[in-house]
């Protein structure tokens, strides 16, 4: 197959005298490989490398098939088996120039494995577990034939209502930026050429995290501080860490949208930052461009969204449409064009496409006879990772960990649920093939113990949400409902509880209630469900809330009722297990809150890193006329950076090297953990720093730095953390990124408000 290619570039060569003989030399070198291959393609080819067509979904096969040897088309998206991509690669190097295409999907978190949801992920505050879930993404999708994925999603997310939030790792711009660098290598590996290796498409660029209100392809509005500071980070860092690619998100940025944003996707993005790769609209957002109503028609959406910069055109009709004309009209020039069929041709090349399109597809031969074979998936890393995923909020008289020998009563529409503990985008996930929480606590107990099983509640009995969210998953209705009258169910779940020791109720969210266009007004459990936990409490048998959610949710009630509340997100494919293995005591959880817990939805935005004010809110001592609100509690139920553990650890006040730094120079911070509880476990050592006094208003306190220990029951460690004057710089009234003279403060806690404090200065 590599020949078939080679060949064919050689044979178009050899008809252009001056380069004859000269191929195998200038595939070697990319710049002159791909100059001479733009100068060899006609518009119409070039405009055929800047379509993203989704398969299933944009054309008939017969008719992608056609196209493909036309060379109509740059890439596609959503087929994921090497059987089904290899005759599309196929029809590609049919087509005049034999350029192969690409292949894409959203592989977002695990492919046939599935780890936990981005929240999920974050909340390990481990790069290692989040290296494991990337890395295993990659050997699976592109062990299945695919070359890129549209992750990661490295939107900051304040505002739970969104929900999206669920995909992304939280609100920290300093946490985040780590997954996304982290992510970026453990796809990409040590390089694309590599066929275990898949090119990240790093979304959404950008700010799709602020749209407004939390609704879904709302409009973002901010200013160029906080977008420096607080949300554009992320992407930085992912595309310092080499992403090949970026996703241009759905959303306008004052007034603006992304995708005809040229101060976004050539200022920005390739000025500023370097960015070399490609650029992909989200799906369909160039023709979007005209309800967004910058563009009358499909003609000038077309000619604002290549002018601003924006190279590929995914589920794409209107450059299609209208580039050749636009060009033969005078009205896009050539160059602008051809810089952006440079950038697909430059991520075939760097995905090792050129040297054989079959790279990540192998050969049919060796295709695995059954893609969702057991032997494919990778159990024990999900379980390692998704351990480290859970995040315990309330453990009221060491009610956990569980004994493996009494009974318990397991109730609530997610004990069960295979398809829910996929959570969102879950790729090639099948969800036979996760393991629920009550199969996983049944293996737990074996014949040691009993565990009774009562649904006791739908997820909601609110019928039109249920369309709703089986209406996203057309294909396959995925809330089922339980015909039984709500009394009844709840009535056999009591009788369930008043049977055991303890009750175990899994509840929150379905899947899709935490997904793109999944919105919500409340952050409530819903009513169904808070109707069985209230029987349930009414019992008096101690109560394990075992959470299953995409986004912070208001747990008032659970906090003054549950005994214990144990988060575990969407946790994938050994989600059960891991579970389980934290609620019997086989793991110790250690997982830290990446987004803050808000009280109720109208204390939305909620996040630790909030600007100083001038009237600040000052808990034990509000007065009037301070920032609050007066009918509830201020400040989040639990903060960010927060997760309790079946141990106890102290911390010691920080100590610093020096009290005074000069620019050059670093200051040591240096704090001593200990274990003073009974087991062995982990927890996050979290550095903070704060700004005390700068030319503009600088927020409350950064995360700068955190280290994930483990320690045995009774050792103590020194952890020690450096700072220099790069870690006090911050972006000026005039955007220049500048450390100024002054005071400032460490932070060190094991979340973000139990902190202690040290001052220095920098001179
Ligand atoms: C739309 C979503 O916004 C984006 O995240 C995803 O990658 C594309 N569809 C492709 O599926």
């Keep these: 197959m590599k020949q078939r290619c080679l060949l064919g570039l050689i044979a178009v060569s050899m008809a252009v005298p001056a380069l004859a003989g000269k191929m195998p030399i200038v595939l070697d070198d990319k710049p002159a490989f791909i ?67 690409f292949f894409a999907y959203d592989v977002v978190h695990g492919h046939r494995t599935i780890f936990p949801i981005g929240l999920g992920l974050a909340s390990t505050w481990d790069m290692q577990a989040v290296a494991t879930a990337g890395r295993v993404s990659a050997i699976e999708a592109s062990a299945d034939g695919l070359d890129m994925t549209f992750a990661p999603m490295v939107d900051i997310a304040r505002d739970p209502r969104w929900g999206r939030t669920s995909e992304g790792f939280g609100e920290d711009p300093y946490l985040v930026s780590e997954i996304a660098r982290t992510m970026v290598q453990a796809y990409q590996g040590e390089s694309l050429r590599e066929p275990d290796s898949l090119m990240a498409s790093v979304k959404h660029f950008a700010l799709y995290g602020a749209v407004e209100g939390g609704r879904d392809y709302n409009v973002v509005d901010m200013s160029s501080l906080r977008m420096h500071q607080d949300y554009l980070p992320p992407y930085r860092a992912a595309i310092d860490a080499g992403a090949g690619a970026v996703m241009v998100a759905l959303n306008t940025i004052n007034g603006v949208p992304a995708s005809a944003n040229r101060w976004l996707l050539r200022d920005l993005l390739r000025d500023d930052w370097g960015f070399s790769g490609v650029t992909i609209s989200d799906h369909g957002t160039i023709s979007e461009l005209l309800r967004h109503g910058v563009a009358a028609d499909g003609r000038e959406a077309a000619k604002l969204a290549i002018e601003a910069g924006l190279d590929m055109s995914m589920a794409d009709s209107l450059y299609g449409q209208h580039l050749a004309e636009l060009v033969q009209a005078g009205d896009v020039p050539m160059q602008v064009v051809d810089q952006a069929v440079r950038e697909v041709l430059g991520a075939k090349y760097d995905l090792g496409l050129f040297h054989d399109p079959y790279r990540r597809i192998g050969q049919a031969s060796e295709d695995p ?91 909601t009995d609110d019928a039109q949400m249920v369309e709703y969210l089986n209406f996203l998953n057309w294909d396959n209705p995925e809330v089922v409902q339980d015909p039984r009258p709500a009394d009844e169910m709840i009535a056999e779940a009591v009788a369930a509880a008043v049977q055991a020791d303890v009750i175990v109720a899994a509840v929150g969210e379905s899947r899709g209630m935490s997904h793109e266009s999944s919105s919500r007004t409340t952050l409530q459990i819903p009513a169904s469900q808070q109707a069985l936990l209230r029987a349930l409490k009414e019992t008096g048998k101690p109560l394990v809330l075992v959470l299953m959610n995409g986004r912070p949710l208001n747990l008032g009630w659970a906090q003054a009722n549950a005994d214990a509340i144990l988060e575990t997100w969407f946790s994938g494919t050994e989600g059960g297990h891991a579970i389980a293995d934290v609620l019997f005591g086989d793991y110790n959880p250690s997982g830290k809150l990446p987004i803050s817990f808000p009280r109720s939805v109208g204390q939305i935005p909620t996040y630790y890193n909030h600007p100083r004010l001038g009237r600040p809110f000052v808990e034990g001592n ?60 982990a927890t996050v050592v979290q550095l903070y720093i704060s700004d005390l006094s700068a030319s503009v208003v600088r927020p409350v306190k950064q995360l700068k730095a955190f280290r994930k220990i483990r320690l045995a029951a009774g050792e103590q460690r020194q952890v020690g953390f450096r700072i220099d004057e790069n870690d006090l710089k911050f972006f000026n009234a005039q955007l220049q990124q500048v450390a100024e003279a002054g005071a400032f403060e460490v932070q060190v806690g094991l979340d973000s408000q139990a902190v202690q404090t040290q001052r220095f200065e920098l001179r």
Excluded at 56 to 70: I, Y
Excluded at 379 to 387: E, G, K, L, M, S
Excluded at 417 to 440: C, E, F, K, N, P
């Design 622 to 681: 509000p007065g009037n006329y301070t920032s609050q609100y007066f009918e509830e509690k201020n400040g989040p139920l639990y903060p960010f950076g927060y997760g309790l553990s079946y141990t106890k650890f102290s911390l010691s006040a920080p100590q610093l090297s020096r009290a005074s730094l000069a620019r050059g120079e670093s200051l040591d911070v240096s704090v001593t953990l200990k274990n003073v509880g009974e087991h062995e476990g």
């Design 369 to 459: 006879p059954e893609v969702n074979a057991e032997s494919r998936l990778h159990r024990q890393a999900a379980r390692d990772v998704a351990r480290q995923s859970l995040v315990l909020l309330e453990n009221r008289n060491a009610v956990l960990p569980l004994e493996k020998t009494g009974t318990v009563a397991l109730v609530g529409p997610l004990a069960d649920s295979h398809i829910d503990m996929l959570g969102s985008w879950s790729a090639g996930g099948v969800a036979t093939q996760t393991v629920t929480l009550r199969q996983a606590m049944q293996h737990a107990l074996g014949d040691q113990g009993r565990l009774i099983h009562a649904r006791g509640a739908n997820i």
């Design 35 to 101: 100059e001479r291959l733009v100068e060899r393609m006609t518009l119409q080819e070039k405009v055929g490398q800047l379509r993203l067509i989704s398969i299933g979904a944009d054309m008939p096969r017969e008719r992608l098939a056609e196209e493909l040897a036309a060379g109509n088309i740059g890439g596609t998206f959503n087929s994921v088996t090497r059987r089904d991509n290899r005759p599309l690669q196929d029809a590609a190097l049919r087509s005049r120039l034999q350029i192969p295409i």
